[in-house]
């Protein structure tokens, strides 16, 4: 079970250091520590690139939808071939 350690959350380092006699990783650039177990547990890193993954999804689908959008507005704009002047009659 030699997990690949992630960075440093505090500095994004990446020479992570681990001491197996006290069960502690730290960060050799900024001293941040925790246990060998906790290291790779980023719960807030993971909610926050869920969300994104979720936003960026929604951003699809909304540019999705635009550009269909876009395309229905060119087309039907060649139907109208004559313009109509009223109130000329009248005048006549
Ligand atoms: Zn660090």
């Keep these: 079970m030699s997990e690949k350690l992630k960075p440093c959350p505090f500095c994004g380092g990446t020479k992570i250091c681990t001491e197996k006699g006290i069960n502690l990783n730290y960060c050799d650039n900024c001293s941040a520590e925790s246990n060998v177990e906790r290291w790779n547990t980023r719960p807030i890193e993971d909610d926050l690139r869920?969300?994104?993954?979720?936003?960026?999804?929604?951003?699809?689908?909304?540019?999705?939808?635009?550009?269909?959008?876009?395309?229905?507005?060119?087309?039907?704009?060649?139907?109208?071939?004559?313009?109509?002047?009223?109130?000329?009659?009248r005048e006549e």
């Design 50 to 89: 869920k969300r994104i993954a979720e936003l960026e999804a929604e951003i699809d689908q909304l540019a999705a939808h635009y550009a269909t959008e876009r395309q229905d507005d060119k087309s039907p704009n060649d139907t109208q071939t004559q313009t109509i002047v009223y109130g000329k009659e």
